[in-house]
């Protein structure tokens, strides 16, 4: 694909012109010319009909990718996060208590297989009762 650009010159109302100046920053563009250029291929290959079952899934693929990027870091963070949590509760927990490493074994297996059957959705209330045999 050239990448080399001449200048041209456009005509356009202010009122258009305003709109690119409001939304060129919004589509993370760093110039407006760049703004009108994406804008000029979205609507040529929207225009482009014979060439739409290509120019779509490209693009919707691109706009995906986007998307999915930015959700995998947030939860990539949320999940280091969680896991700092985790950790600093186990080490004061280990601390804190006198529990033999059979008995880490079978609450590793019991938790497991809750684990599993809740598909992660583990309830406090629900395993304080179990733990006090409170039913």
Request: include cysteine; aromatic fraction near 10%; proline fraction near 1%.
């Amino acid at each position: 694909m050239n990448k080399n650009k001449d200048r041209h010159t456009i005509w356009l109302t202010d009122e258009t012109w305003n709109v690119v100046k409001e939304h060129y920053r919004k589509d993370n563009c760093s110039a407006q010319n760049e703004y009108i250029e994406k804008a000029i291929q979205f609507y040529s290959g929207y225009l482009d009909a014979e060439q739409a079952d290509s120019y779509l899934p490209r693009v919707l693929a691109e706009l995906l990718e986007g998307k999915l990027d930015a959700l995998g870091g947030r939860i990539g963070k949320i999940l280091f996060k969680l896991s700092v949590e985790e950790a600093i509760m186990a080490q004061i927990v280990a601390y804190g208590f006198n529990v033999d490493l059979d008995t880490l074994k079978k609450v590793r297996v019991n938790c497991i297989k809750d684990i599993k059957e809740t598909n992660g959705e583990v309830d406090f209330e629900d395993t304080y009762k179990y733990q006090k045999r409170l039913d």
